[in-house]
T-cell receptor
Framework: DTEVTQTPKHLVMGMTNKKSLKCEQHMGHRAMYWYKQKAKKPPELMFVYSYEKLSINESVPSRFSPECPNSSLLNLHLHALQPEDSALYLC??????????????FGQGTRLTVV | AQKITQTQPGMFVQEKEAVTLDCTYDTSDPSYGLFWYKQPSSGEMIFLIY??????QNATEGRYSLNFQKARKSANLVISASQLGDSAMYFCATRTRGSNYKLTFGKGTLLTVNP
């Protein structure tokens, strides 16, 4: 089962709201990722978790707060977002973040609109 | 730093014909992985094919093959017998030890398959 599940698929939120994006995988992968993708652009890395610990934060504003409750789950907590944060948010996982250069599997993404 | 270049913003191909999508990369790391992903309008990033820098043979996966020319730092994707469902955005990506194993994407090529 090579599946990464993201919920919700679509989200509209106001600038004062607090919401969370969820990501789940059951492939036994130990590395999980959040990417942000604006229209007609490639995905940009936001965060990497390796063995449930945050290993990379690409200088993302604190209004985005990641959480990895266990090896299968990854959350992205959103608070006080701006309209320019509207984008497709993609979650991905891979066997590990190491020398084996294994592929990352992506979820279908959450299309976020901030109003 | 690593860099991925996809010089074709858009490509058109007739159904059942083959098409080549270009990708060049720039890295000084001797160990790296090259990936191709497909992104339909639905948003999901679908892994297609992987080539390791030390692999002696070009990777193939069904109708997809990777024309790997290491000396030219080129990793073109060849899709044989194009189908209407192949219409999508295609991203080339690389992952190296020097970049902390982050997946770095090119800007993508939008492929349209005409009936």
């Amino acid at each position: 089962d090579t599946e990464v599940t993201q919920t919700p698929k679509h989200l509209v939120m106001g600038m004062t709201n607090k919401k969370s994006l969820k990501c789940e995988q059951h492939m036994g992968h130990r590395a999980m990722y959040w990417y942000k993708q604006k229209a007609k652009k490639p995905p940009e890395l936001m965060f990497v978790y390796s063995y449930e610990k945050l290993s990379i934060n690409e200088s993302v504003p604190s209004r985005f707060s990641p959480e990895c409750p266990n090896s299968s789950l990854l959350n992205l907590h959103l608070h006080a977002l701006q309209p320019e944060d509207s984008a497709l948010y993609l979650c991905a996982s891979s066997q590990e973040r190491g020398p084996r250069n294994t592929e990352a599997f992506f979820g279908q993404g959450t299309r976020l609109t901030v109003v | 730093a690593q860099k991925i270049t996809q010089t074709q913003p858009g490509m058109f191909v007739q159904e059942k014909e083959a098409v080549t999508l270009d990708c060049t990369y720039d890295t000084s790391d001797p160990s790296y992985g090259l990936f191709w992903y497909k992104q339909p309008s639905s948003g999901e990033m679908i892994f297609l094919i992987y080539q390791g820098s030390y692999d002696q043979q070009n990777a193939t996966e069904g109708r997809y093959s990777l024309n790997f020319q290491k000396a030219r730092k080129s990793a073109n994707l060849v899709i044989s017998a194009s189908q209407l469902g192949d219409s999508a955005m295609y991203f080339c990506a690389t992952r190296t030890r020097g970049s902390n194993y982050k997946l770095t994407f090119g800007k993508g090529t939008l492929l349209t398959v005409n009936p």
